[in-house]
C-alpha cells in the first residue's frame, strides 16, 4: 500500500473540514475524488502535500509516517501537489515557473529535459516560454502549474481540480495524459475534480467526498454506473 | 424593425501584444435579450476581447456599435452608464467587505449626493435606495441571506452568486459573464443554467465558458475563437457541427 | 439610518459635554496633554482615512501638516484673517497640497508610494527655508491670542488650546466618521479589494485615490495647525521626519482600519515618553543607559504592537468578541 | 511666614533644563547638562545657596520644538521648577516662549544656549537672559579681524543655511566684508561627501581665507575632508564649531587646525594657568571621570556658576521677581570665566558681548596668540568693534558665589 | 576641473548608496519587505567592525567580522521579527504598513542599544588604504586609493551577487519564496531558510556599505552620525530609483542618486541637500512609476 490514510481528522479553527477519513491509494493506482463544493477536497490535498496540520489520524506514504513534515520535505519524497487555482507566480516568466518544479532537484541539465517535455505535453507553453506568468490567459495558466507539478518528476501526483478552466479538447488531453503519466511511470495519483465523469473515466479508484466524509469508495467504473452517485455528481 | 438593431457589435477588432497578435479582425454581434456564447481554445483571445470591450485594453483597431450607433470603444469606469455589466474570471469579490456591501458597490452610481453632505451626514437617502436596490439583486440570485456575510467567508458557489448581483444590480442591458461555471459542481452549474436563461428576459447576455452543456443549453448564437481569429460563428448547433471547431476546440468526447 | 445619525450626535455632544467638565477639574499640565491629544486623534484619523481605507501609505504626513500650518500663520499674519478662517484656510491650502501629491501617488504602489511620501518629508520642510514670507528656521509666530475675558480671569491659555483643538477634534471625528460610512469609505475599501472589480462597478481609481489623498490632506493640515497653535510657532523643524512616523505609529496603536480607536493612539503618543521616562529612571543604572532607554522602550513597544496586535486593540477586542459568539453557536 | 515661590523650599531650589540628550543634534551638547550637575553638586557640597540645595531636573527634546515645549510644561506644571535653565537651539527657545510663554508666568530663562540676536528683545522676551555673545557680534568682530589682517584677500563662507546663518550673514554685512563664495549648508547634510562639494566650491573660487561658521559637524567635516584634498587655505573658525576636543575626536587630524583662527568669550580649555579653567576641569574629572574637558563642559559650568550667583544675589528667600532683578542690577559684575564684558542691565538681557581671538596650535588646541588674549566687544547692532579694556574680576574663594 | 571633481564625489557617494540600495533590495526580494532599520543593521555590523578593528589591528579582518557580524544579526532579526510579522499581518491594509513600522521600530531599538553599549561618541575606525586624494598636476583630485577600493569593492561584489543569482538557483528561490511562499514550499524551497539567506547576503552586504561609509567620511562612527542618516535614506530612495526588484537597478539607483545630488549642490545651489532627492524621486517615478528597472503588471483581468 503506497498511500494510507486512516482516521484522518482535520478542523480550520472550528469548522471540522474532514472527519475520520481512511483511504488508500496503491502505487501506480489513479484515484479520483469528486464532491461537492466545500466537500473538504482541497483540506484533504492540502493536508497531504503538509501544508495543513491534521487534528487527527495518520498518513503513510511509502511505509513512512509522513504526518508533520513540511511541504518542502515531502517534495524531497516524491510528492507533487497542484493548488487549486492557478497556483502560478505572475510575477516570474513560465519558464522561472517550471524551473521551480524541478529546482529542489538541483539538476540543470534534466531541468532543460523536463522543460522539453512539458513544452512537448503543451506546446502553447513552449510557446510563452519568456513571457511572463501574468500575460497568461487562465487557461495557459492552469497548464503552467500542471507542468510545473511535471518537472518535479513526482510519485505521488496531488492534482487539485486541473480542469478548471480549460478546454474541452485539452481537458481530455490532459486527463489522457495523467492517465499515460500513470501508467508509463508508475506514479500515484490523487485527482479531485468536478468534471466527475471526465476524472472517472479515467481513473482506477473513485472516491466520493461529502461534508467531510466519504461516501463511497470503489472501482471507477463502478462509481459511473451507481445511480445514486449518477443523480448527485454526474448529472443525469 | 427596432428589435433586428444589434445591442452590441464590434467590427475588425485587432489587439497585439508587443509581437503576438491576441486579436485579428474579430466581430461580434449581440442582439437584444439574446445569450450569445463566446468560446474557443485557452488562450485564443476570449478574455481580451471582453477587455476590450470593458477598456481594460485598448485595441489597436475597431469598431464599437451600440444600439446601433457607432461610439468610442468604452473606458471602464463608463460600463455602467453605457448599461454594461461584467464578472471577472477569477471571482474579484471585496474580501473584507460584506456581501450587501459588495452588491452595494456595484450600485454606486445611483447616488447623488456629495462629499459635503456625506461629510455631514446627510446621505442617509441615497444609501437606503442603493440598500434596496441591492437587496433586491441579491435576492434575484438567491443570496439575500447571505447579504450580512463577509464575503471572504463565503463559500465558492455563493461568491459566484454575489458576484453576478453585483453586476446585477447596475440593471444592465449588456451583461458579460467570462466563465460563470467554472469550478462549480454539477447542481450549481443547472442553477447557474437557469439563472441565465431568466436573466435573458431582461438583457443580453455575452458568455464566455468552456462547459460546453452550459454553453449549449443557454446560448442561441456563438461564436469561436481560435488564435485570435473567428473561426465559426452562428446558432449552437451549427457551430457545434462544424469540423473545424471540433478540431481546434470541442474535441471527440463533447 | 437616520436614527443610528442622531444617535451618533447626541453621542459627539455628550462627548464634548464630558471634555468640558473635565477640562475643569485636571490639572494644567493634563489639559495641555489634552490639547495635544485632541491635536493627535485629528492627524491620526487622517491616517486611519488614507491607509486602513483607502489603501496608501503616506510617510510624510507631517509634511502636510507643515502645510496647513504654514497656511494658518501666513493666513493669520500676512492677511490678518480671524483665528477660525485661518483653520479653514489651513484645511483647504493642504487639501490641495495633498490633491498634487495625490494625483501623483495614484500611480504608485506600495513600496514606491512609501518612498516618494518620504522624500517629501524630509525635503518639504526644508523648502521654507527658501521662502521669505515663511521665515526660514525660525518661522512664524502663530498666536491665536487669549481666551475671550468673558470666560473668566481664571481661564488659562492651555485650557483654551484644549476646547478649540478638542472642538476641531470632536467635529472632524464626526465627519470623518460620516465619510467613511458613506459610498466614499465603501469605495475606498473596495479599491483596496481588487481595483479592477472597482473599476468596472464604475469607479474612476485614480479619482478615487486622490480624493483620499485630499481629504486626508486636509484633516492633515487642520491638525497641523492647530498643533503650531499649541506651540505657538510654525517651523520646519516643528515639522520633523519623526513627526509623520509618530503618526503612522499611533495610527497603529489606534488600529489602522478603526477610526474609534484613534483616541488610543493618539493618548499613548503623548503618555509614553513620560512613563519611558519614569521607567528609565527606575530601572536605568547608568547615565547611559537612562537616556537612551525612553527611546528603545518607545521602538520596542511599536514592534510588539505590530507583532501581537497588528490591527489594534479596538479590533482585536471586536474579533475576540466575535469568535467568543460563534464559539458558543 | 510669606508665601514660598514656586521651586524654592526651605532645603531645595529646583531649576529646570530641556536639550538634546539624543539624537543627531546631540553630540557634545549632551554633556552641558552633566557638566552643570557637576558645579551645582559641588556648590551643594559647599553648603549651597543659603543652605539650600540647586537641583536640576533634565530633559530630552531631541532638539524637536514639539518636544521641547512638551518637556518645558513639564517642567513647570509637574515638576514645578523655579526658572529654566540653558535652554538650548533657536527654534526650540522661540517655541518655548511663544507657547509656554514663560515671561507670561513671570519664570525666568536663564542664559539660553544660543547666539541668535533676537533673544535679546526684552519686549519681546522679557524673562529671557542670553548669555553667549550673538553670532552677530561674532561676525563682526570675524569681520574686524579680516579687515585688519587679510586685506584684499579672497575670503569664503561656508554658513548653515537657517537663523543661525542669517545672523552671520547679517554681521558680516555690517562688517563690511566682501565673500568671493558663500556656501550655505542645509542643517542635517554636513557628511564627507557634502564637504568634498564645499571645497571643490572655495577651490573654484580660490579663496584664501575660507570661514567655517557652522556647527561642529559641519567643521568636522570640512576640515576632515580638506586634509585627505591637501586642501590647507587660512581657516577661520566660527565659536559654535570651534571647540577643538569635539573636532578632534570626530578624527580629524590636530595638524589640519594648526595655524586656524578661532574665537572664543571663555579661556582656552586647557589654559591651567586660569583659575576657573583649573577649578572646574577638577571639579568635572571628579564628577564625571573619563569625559574630556571640553569647550561645552566649561560653558555649562560658567554658567551654572553665573546661576549661583544669580541665586545667591536675589537674597535669603530668593524668588523669580528677585532673581530676575538681581540679574538686572548686578549680573554685569557677576564674577565668571569669561574674558569679555556682560551687558546686563534694567534695559538689557544681553550676556557677553565679545571675544578674543586665537590660534590653534600643533596639537590643535586654540590658544591667544602670544600667549596674552586680546579681547573684542562690540554690540548686535550697528556698533564698532572695538579692543575690549575688561579686566575680569578675580575668581570668588573656592569658586562659590559671595 | 570641477566637473571632473563633481563626478567623482557623486560616483564615491553614489557606489555606497548603491550598495546599501541593493541590501535593501535584497531583502525586498526575499521577504517584499523595505526594511528600514537596514542602515541601523549596518550601524551595527559597523560596530562590531570596530571592535574587530580595535583588537586585531586590521581592517581586513574587521570587514569579514562586520560582514558576518551583520549577516547573523540580519538572520536573527528574520527568524525572530519577520517571521512573526509576515505570519501575523498578512492581509489588509496594515499588511503594507506592519513591515514599515516594525523596521522602524527595529531601527530605534538598534540606535539606543548601541548607544547604550558603545556611548554616544565617535569611535575610530582607519581605513586600509589612505584617503588622500590623487594628486595630478598639482591639483588634488576627489578620488583617493580608498575610493578606488571601494569602488573596486563594489562592483566586485556586485559581479558576486550577480553570478550567485544568474548561475545559481538562489536568485530564483529567493524571489519564489517572496512571491508566493505557498508555491515555493510546494517546490520543495525551503522557504524559511531562503528567507534568512536573504536577509544574512543583505545584512553582510550592508555591513560593507556601513565600513565603507565610515571610513570614507572622518572615520567615526556614533549612533546618530549624519553619515549613517544619510545612508538609511539615500540607500532606500536609490532602491526605489533603481525599481526595488532588481540589483541592476540598485546600482544605477545609487549612482543616480549620488550624481544628481552632486550636480545640483554644486551648480544649482548647495543648500538643497533634501529638496533635491525629493525632486530627482519624484521625476523618475514620473516617467516610470515603478522604478526604472522594475517590472509592471502586464495584465489586470
Ligand atoms: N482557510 C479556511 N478557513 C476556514 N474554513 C475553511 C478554510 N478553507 C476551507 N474551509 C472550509 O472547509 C470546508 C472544506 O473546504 P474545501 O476547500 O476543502 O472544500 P472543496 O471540497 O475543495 O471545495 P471546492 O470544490 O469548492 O473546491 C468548507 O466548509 C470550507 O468553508
Ligand atoms: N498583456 C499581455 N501581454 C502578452 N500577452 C498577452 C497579454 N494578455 C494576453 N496575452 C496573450 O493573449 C492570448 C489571449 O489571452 P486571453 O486571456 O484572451 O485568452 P482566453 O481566450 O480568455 O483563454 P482562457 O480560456 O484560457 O481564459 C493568450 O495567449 C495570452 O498569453
Ligand atoms: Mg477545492
Ligand atoms: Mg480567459
Redesign the interface.
Known amino acids: 500500500m503506497s498511500l494510507n490514510v486512516s482516521n484522518l481528522t482535520v478542523h480550520h479553527g472550528a469548522i471540522c473540514a474532514i472527519s475520520q477519513v481512511s483511504i488508500a491509494v496503491p502505487t501506480g493506482t489513479l484515484a479520483a475524488m469528486i464532491g461537492s463544493n466545500g466537500a473538504g477536497k482541497t483540506t484533504l490535498l492540502r493536508t497531504l502535500s503538509g501544508l495543513k496540520t491534521p487534528t487527527n489520524g495518520s498518513i503513510m506514504w511509502k511505509g513512512e509516517k509522513i504526518i508533520g513534515l513540511k511541504p518542502e520535505a515531502l517534495v524531497r519524497r516524491g510528492i507533487s501537489h497542484v493548488s487549486e487555482g492557478k497556483s502560478v507566480i505572475p510575477e516570474l516568466t513560465v519558464r522561472e515557473n517550471l524551473e521551480l518544479g524541478a529546482i529542489w532537484r538541483r539538476n540543470a541539465k534534466e531541468s532543460k529535459e523536463s522543460i522539453d517535455q512539458v513544452a512537448s505535453i503543451f506546446p502553447r507553453l513552449g510557446e510563452r516560454i519568456q513571457q511572463r506568468a501574468d500575460t497568461l490567459s487562465g487557461g495557459e495558466r492552469q497548464m503552467l502549474a500542471i507542468g510545473r507539478a511535471i518537472m518535479a518528476k513526482p510519485q505521488l501526483l496531488l492534482l487539485d481540480e486541473p480542469s478548471l478552466g480549460l478546454a474541452p479538447l485539452v481537458v481530455e488531453q490532459i486527463f489522457q495524459t495523467i492517465r499515460d503519466l500513470t501508467t508509463s511511470m508508475n506514479l500515484t495519483v490523487l485527482l479531485v475534480e468536478q468534471n466527475a465523469m471526465g476524472a472517472l473515466k479515467i481513473a482506477d479508484l473513485g472516491i466520493v467526498l461529502n461534508l467531510g466524509k466519504i461516501v463511497a469508495i470503489n472501482h471507477a467504473q463502478a462509481l459511473i454506473d451507481d445511480p445514486a452517485v449518477r443523480a448527485a455528481y454526474l448529472g443525469y | 424593425m427596432s428589435t433586428n438593431i444589434a445591442a452590441l457589435r464590434v467590427e475588425g477588432v485587432n489587439i497585439s ?1 508587443g509581437g503576438l497578435r491576441a486579436l485579428n479582425d474579430v466581430y461580434l454581434e449581440i442582439g437584444k435579450n439574446e445569450v450569445v456564447g463566446l ?6 483571445g ?3 476581447l ?2 476590450a470591450l ?1 477598456g ?2 485598448t485595441p489597436d483597431s475597431g469598431k464599437f456599435f451600440l444600439d446601433g450607433k457607432e461610439q468610442d470603444f468604452p473606458q ?6 453605457l448599461g454594461i ?2 464578472t ?3 471571482v ?6 460584506t456581501v450587501l ?2 452588491v ?3 450600485a ?2 445611483l ?1 447623488h449626493s456629495g ?1 459635503i453632505s ?4 446627510r ?2 437617502k ?3 435606495e ?1 440598500r434596496t436596490r441591492s437587496f433586491s439583486a441579491l435576492e434575484r440570485v438567491y443570496a439575500g441571506g447571505l447579504a450580512n456575510r463577509r464575503a471572504d467567508t463565503l ?3 455563493d461568491t459566484k452568486r454575489v458576484a453576478i448581483a ?2 446585477l444590480v ?1 440593471e444592465p442591458k449588456i451583461l458579460m459573464l467570462d ?1 460563470p461555471a ?9 442553477w447557474m443554467n437557469l439563472l441565465i436563461r431568466n436573466l435573458s428576459a431582461s438583457m443580453s447576455v455575452l458568455l464566455v465558458e ?1 462547459h ?2 452550459v454553453v449549449m443549453s443557454v446560448c442561441s448564437k456563438l461564436y469561436v475563437l481560435n488564435f485570435g481569429e473567428v473561426i465559426a460563428s452562428g446558432s449552437s448547433e451549427t457551430v457545434r457541427r462544424d469540423p473545424a471547431v471540433m478540431a ?7 | 439610518m437616520h436614527k443610528k445619525q442622531s444617535r451618533d450626535i447626541v453621542l459627539f455632544i455628550l462627548g464634548g459635554v464630558v471634555l468640558y467638565f473635565l477640562s475643569g477639574v485636571v490639572d494644567e499640565l493634563r489639559v495641555y496633554q489634552g490639547a495635544t491629544i485632541a491635536v493627535y486623534v485629528i492627524a491620526i484619523s487622517s491616517i486611519i482615512l488614507l491607509t486602513g481605507y483607502s489603501g496608501q501609505v503616506s510617510l510624510g504626513h507631517g509634511a502636510l501638516m507643515a502645510v496647513g500650518a504654514y497656511a494658518a500663520a501666513v493666513a493669520h499674519i500676512e492677511l490678518k484673517l480671524p483665528i477660525i478662517l485661518c483653520f479653514v484656510i489651513a484645511v483647504l491650502a493642504s487639501a490641495v497640497g495633498g490633491a498634487l501629491l495625490g494625483a501623483a501617488a495614484a500611480r504608485l504602489s506600495g513600496p514606491y508610494l512609501a518612498g516618494t511620501t518620504l522624500a517629501l518629508a524630509i525635503g518639504l520642510p526644508s523648502l521654507a527655508n527658501q521662502f521669505g514670507v515663511l521665515g526660514g528656521e525660525q518661522g512664524l509666530l502663530f498666536d491665536v491670542g487669549f481666551p475671550p475675558l468673558s470666560l473668566g480671569e481664571e481661564f488659562t491659555q492651555y485650557k483654551w488650546f484644549f476646547w478649540i483643538a478638542g472642538l476641531a477634534a470632536l467635529i472632524s471625528m464626526w465627519a470623518i466618521k460620516n465619510i467613511l460610512g458613506s459610498r466614499y469609505g465603501r469605495t475606498w475599501r473596495a479599491i483596496r479589494g481588487n481595483d479592477v472589480a472597482a473599476q468596472l462597478c464604475g469607479i474612476n481609481i485614480a479619482r478615487s485615490k486622490i480624493l483620499a489623498f485630499t481629504i486626508s490632506a486636509g484633516i492633515a493640515g487642520l491638525a497641523g495647525a492647530l498643533l503650531s497653535m499649541t506651540i505657538g510657532t510654525v517651523s520646519p523643524s516643528a515639522f520633523p521626519l519623526a513627526l509623520s512616523f509618530s503618526l503612522l505609529t499611533g495610527a497603529v496603536l489606534s488600529g489602522i482600519t478603526t477610526l474609534a480607536g484613534a483616541m488610543i493612539g493618539a493618548v499613548v503618543l503623548v503618555a509614553i515618553p513620560e512613563i519611558a521616562d519614569v521607567v528609565a529612571h527606575r530601572i536605568g543604572s547608568s547615565e547611559r543607559v537612562t537616556t537612551n532607554l525612553p527611546g528603545f522602550l518607545v521602538s520596542a513597544l511599536l514592534i510588539v504592537t505590530v507583532l501581537f496586535v497588528p490591527n489594534g486593540p479596538v479590533e482585536q477586542h471586536r474579533a475576540r468578541k466575535a469568535k467568543h459568539l460563534a464559539s458558543q453557536k | 511666614a510669606q508665601a514660598a515661590e514656586v521651586g524654592v523650599s526651605s532645603s531645595e531650589i529646583k531649576l529646570g533644563m530641556t536639550l538634546p540628550m539624543t539624537g543627531t543634534a546631540s553630540l557634545g551638547y549632551n554633556k552641558i547638562p552633566g557638566a552643570a550637575k557637576a558645579y551645582f553638586d559641588y556648590l551643594n557640597a559647599n553648603g549651597g545657596i543659603n543652605g539650600r540645595k540647586v537641583t536640576l531636573v533634565v530633559k530630552d527634546d531631541r532638539y524637536v520644538p514639539t518636544e521641547a515645549v512638551a518637556k518645558t510644561n513639564e517642567l513647570i506644571l509637574k515638576d514645578k521648577v523655579m526658572a529654566l535653565l540653558a535652554p538650548l537651539g533657536t527654534a526650540n527657545n522661540k517655541a518655548v516662549a511663544a507657547s509656554v510663554n514663560p515671561a507670561r508666568r513671570g519664570i525666568p530663562v536663564l542664559f539660553v544656549n544660543t547666539g541668535f540676536s533676537g533673544f535679546a528683545d526684552t519686549k519681546k522676551y522679557p524673562t529671557t537672559y542670553t548669555v553667549l555673545p550673538s553670532y552677530i557680534m561674532e561676525a563682526k568682530i570675524m569681520g574686524q579681524y579680516i579687515k585688519d589682517n587679510f586685506a584684499g584677500k579672497k575670503i569664503g563662507l561656508l554658513y548653515q543655511d537657517d537663523d543661525f546663518g542669517i545672523d552671520a550673514l547679517a554681521g558680516f554685512k555690517t562688517a563690511g566684508v566682501n565673500f568671493a563664495v558663500k556656501v550655505p549648508y542645509a542643517s542635517g547634510s554636513q557628511s564627507a561627501a557634502a564637504a568634498a562639494g564645499w571645497i571643490t566650491k572655495f577651490k573654484a573660487a580660490e579663496a584664501d581665507v575660507v570661514i567655517l561658521f557652522g556647527v561642529s559637524s559641519a567643521t568636522s567635516a570640512m576640515l576632515g575632508v580638506a586634509a585627505q584634498l591637501k586642501y590647507a587655505p587660512q581657516w577661520m573658525l566660527g565659536s559654535v564649531g570651534g571647540d577643538a576636543t569635539t573636532i578632534k575626536l570626530t578624527g580629524v587630524p590636530a595638524g589640519v587646525l594648526y595655524n586656524a583662527i578661532g574665537f572664543s568669550p571663555v579661556p582656552a580649555t586647557t589654559d591651567m594657568k586660569d583659575e576657573y579653567v583649573k577649578l572646574f576641569s577638577d571639579i568635572y574629572a571628579k564628577a564625571v571621570p573619563g569625559s574630556p574637558f571640553d569647550l561645552n563642559v566649561l560653558l555649562g559650568m560658567n554658567t551654572a556658576f553665573m546661576t549661583a550667583q544669580a541665586l545667591k544675589a536675589a537674597g535669603p528667600n530668593p524668588t523669580r521677581k528677585s532673581l530676575m532683578a538681581a540679574i538686572d542690577s548686578k549680573g554685569a559684575t557677576f564674577a565668571n570665566s569669561a574674558l569679555v564684558p556682560a551687558a546686563y542691565s534694567q534695559t538689557s538681557h544681553v550676556g557677553l558681548t565679545g571675544y578674543w581671538v586665537g590660534k590653534y596650535s600643533p596639537t590643535g588646541d586654540l590658544a591667544p596668540v602670544g600667549g596674552t588674549y586680546v579681547t573684542y566687544t562690540t554690540d548686535s547692532g550697528a556698533g564698532a568693534v572695538v579692543k575690549s579694556t575688561y579686566v575680569r574680576p578675580a575668581m570668588p574663594a573656592k569658586g562659590l558665589p559671595n | 576641473m570641477d566637473l571632473l571633481n563633481t563626478f567623482l564625489i557623486g560616483i564615491t557617494a553614489g557606489t555606497i548608496y548603491a550598495l546599501m540600495a541593493i541590501s535593501m533590495v535584497l531583502v525586498w526580494r526575499s521577504t517584499r519587505v523595505v526594511n528600514f532599520a537596514q542602515a541601523g543593521m549596518a550601524l551595527l555590523s559597523t560596530y562590531f567592525g570596530y571592535e574587530a578593528v580595535t583588537r586585531l589591528e586590521s581592517f581586513w579582518i574587521a570587514l569579514p567580522v562586520a560582514m558576518i557580524g551583520g549577516a547573523l544579526v540580519a538572520a536573527l532579526v528574520e527568524m525572530i521579527l519577520i517571521r512573526l510579522l509576515v505570519k501575523h499581518s498578512t492581509s489588509g491594509p496594515i499588511a503594507g504598513v506592519a513591515p514599515i513600522i516594525a523596521t522602524l521600530g527595529l531601527l530605534g531599538v538598534i540606535r539606543s542599544i548601541s548607544a547604550m553599549i558603545w556611548g554616544g561618541q565617535d569611535l575610530r575606525i582607519v581605513g586600509p588604504v589612505s584617503n588622500d586624494g590623487f594628486t595630478i598636476n598639482a591639483t588634488t583630485l576627489v578620488f583617493s586609493p580608498l575610493k578606488l577600493l571601494i569602488l573596486v569593492t563594489v562592483l566586485v561584489l556586485m559581479l558576486i551577487l550577480s553570478v550567485i543569482f544568474q548561475k545559481t538557483n538562489i536568485g530564483l528561490a529567493l524571489r519564489a519564496s517572496a512571491y508566493a511562499p505557498e508555491i515555493a514550499r510546494l517546490s520543495g524551497i525551503k522557504v524559511d531558510w531562503v528567507r534568512t539567506l536573504g536577509w544574512a547576503l543583505a545584512g553582510a552586504t550592508g555591513a560593507v556599505a556601513g565600513m565603507f561609509q565610515t571610513v570614507n567620511g572622518n572615520g567615526t562612527l556614533s549612533p546618530d552620525s549624519i553619515e549613517f542618516s544619510l545612508l538609511l535614506v539615500s540607500g532606500f530612495i536609490a532602491a526605489v530609483i533603481g525599481g526595488l526588484d532588481s540589483l541592476i537597478g540598485a546600482v544605477i539607483g545609487g549612482l543616480v542618486l549620488g550624481l544628481m545630488i552632486s550636480f545640483v549642490l554644486m551648480y544649482v545651489s548647495s543648500g538643497l541637500f533634501f529638496i533635491a532627492p525629493f525632486v530627482i524621486l519624484l521625476t523618475i517615478l514620473f516617467i516610470r512609476p515603478q522604478g526604472v528597472f522594475g517590472a509592471k503588471a502586464a495584465r489586470r483581468a
Open positions: 501584444f468560446i474557443g481554445p485557452n488562450g485564443a476570449k478574455t481580451t471582453f477587455n470593458c481594460l485594453v471602464t469606469s463608463n460600463l455602467v452608464d455589466a461584467r471577472l474570471q477569477g474579484g469579490l471585496f474580501g473584507d467587505l456591501e459588495n452595494m458597490v456595484g454606486q452610481h447616488a462629499l456625506a461629510a455631514l451626514g446621505s442617509g441615497d444609501e437606503k442603493i463559500s465558492y458557489p453585483r453586476a447596475s466563465e467554472g469550478g462549480l459542481g454539477s447542481q450549481d452549474i443547472e468552456h460546453m452543456d481546434a476546440y470541442l474535441g471527440t468526447g463533447a
